[in-house]
């Protein structure tokens, strides 16, 4: 297969939130703010700051305010202007220049390998990127960017790896294959949520650079645990028929579709804002 730029991304935006009830019975969880700035916005700056020139947002009846969100807002820009905000003015010009952004719905809630799937008219004959809106990589280097490269250098779908405890491991997608390098391996083993003997304790996280080949085999997988269509299963038929990478990235992962990484990354990503860093190590600093 030959190598191509990393043009598009996919984010599935289609889940109902439930575990950040009630918060998010009316507002979508991938609006949810990591300090001042939506949970989605961070995954769309990383997928920029690959390459990528569109985005494709995978979502359900009920989240048409993720689109909004990444549009022109002119009557609040007109607010601004009239108030002398022009600074705050122009943050929100930018976020609706960030990307060309498309939507596709997925009208029943199918599984992850269903959501990618239902990009495929969108996505043509291309590698693409597919980025999970709970997993926010915090990176000298994006996240995103560390798998695009990896692809390039080698020319096969790579998923990103992060080590977690062994204890741990039964809460993830666990990979074990042979070592290309010191951070990627080619993937022989790919197991959801192992309940008992992990292959290893390198846990799939919420980024894969994948081969427009990737759709025609969603379309033969049969639907998993639930009734749903497992991109897990997916790839494991992508490793044994093409081959596939890990790739353990660098950088810091929350899992912002967990309440205690939700916290955790709001407390993280305020720390890296000289205006509320001093307030906030104070604070805590007194909490007993």
């Given at each position: 297969?030959?190598?191509?730029?990393?043009?598009?991304?996919?984010?599935?935006?289609?889940?109902?939130?439930?575990?950040?009830?009630?918060?998010?019975?009316?507002?979508?969880?991938?609006?949810?703010?990591?300090?001042?700035?939506?949970?989605?916005?961070?995954?769309?700056?990383?997928?920029?700051?690959?390459?990528?020139?569109?985005?494709?947002?995978?979502?359900?009846r009920g989240k048409e305010s993720i689109v909004d969100h990444f549009d022109l807002a002119g009557e609040l820009e007109a607010h601004l202007?009239?108030?002398?905000?022009?600074?705050?003015?122009?943050?929100?010009?930018?976020?609706?220049?960030?990307?060309?952004?498309?939507?596709?719905?997925?009208?029943?809630?199918?599984?992850?390998?269903?959501?990618?799937?239902?990009?495929?008219?969108?996505?043509?004959?291309e590698p693409f990127v597919v980025m999970l809106g709970d997993d926010v990589i915090d990176a000298p280097i994006p996240g995103a960017k560390?798998?695009?490269?990896?692809?390039?250098?080698?020319?096969?779908?790579?998923?990103?790896l992060m080590e977690v405890p062994r204890e741990d491991t039964h809460l993830y997608g666990i990979a074990a294959g042979s070592a290309v390098?010191?951070?990627?391996?080619?993937?022989?083993?790919?197991?959801?949520?192992?309940?008992?003997?992990?292959?290893?304790?390198?846990?799939?996280?919420?980024?894969?650079?994948?081969?427009?080949?990737?759709?025609?085999?969603?379309?033969?997988?049969?639907?998993?645990?639930?009734?749903?269509?497992?991109?897990?299963?997916?790839?494991?038929?992508?490793?044994?028929?093409?081959?596939?990478?890990?790739?353990?990235?660098?950088?810091?992962?929350?899992?912002?579709?967990?309440?205690?990484?939700?916290?955790?990354?709001?407390?993280?990503?305020?720390?890296?804002?000289?205006?509320?860093?001093?307030?906030?190590?104070?604070?805590?600093?007194?909490?007993?």
């Amino acid at each position: 297969m030959p190598t191509k730029t990393i043009r598009k991304a996919v984010i599935p935006a289609a889940g109902l939130g439930t575990r950040f009830l009630p918060a998010t019975k009316a507002v979508p969880k991938e609006l949810l703010p990591i300090v001042d700035t939506p949970t989605i916005q961070y995954i769309v700056a990383e997928a920029v700051a690959a390459g990528v020139r569109d985005v494709i947002l995978v979502c359900a009846r009920g989240k048409e305010s993720i689109v909004d969100h990444f549009d022109l807002a002119g009557e609040l820009e007109a607010h601004l202007e009239r108030t002398g905000k022009l600074e705050l003015k122009q943050q929100m010009r930018d976020i609706a220049r960030m990307a060309h952004i498309v939507t596709v719905r997925q009208q029943e809630p199918l599984g992850l390998g269903h959501a990618v799937l239902c990009a495929k008219d969108v996505v043509g004959d291309e590698p693409f990127v597919v980025m999970l809106g709970d997993d926010v990589i915090d990176a000298p280097i994006p996240g995103a960017k560390q798998l695009a490269d990896c692809f390039g250098r080698h020319g096969l779908g790579t998923i990103a790896l992060m080590e977690v405890p062994r204890e741990d491991t039964h809460l993830y997608g666990i990979a074990a294959g042979s070592a290309v390098d010191d951070r990627t391996i080619r993937i022989d083993a790919l197991v959801e949520k192992p309940r008992k003997d992990p292959p290893s304790n390198l846990a799939v996280i919420g980024r894969y650079v994948l081969p427009p080949s990737i759709f025609e085999i969603l379309e033969r997988v049969r639907p998993g645990v639930g009734g749903e269509i497992q991109l897990t299963d997916a790839l494991a038929i992508l490793a044994r028929e093409e081959g596939l990478l890990g790739y353990r990235f660098q950088g810091e992962r929350y899992d912002a579709g967990d309440r205690f990484g939700y916290l955790k990354a709001n407390i993280m990503y305020a720390l890296k804002r000289p205006e509320l860093a001093g307030p906030l190590r104070a604070f805590l600093s007194g909490i007993k």
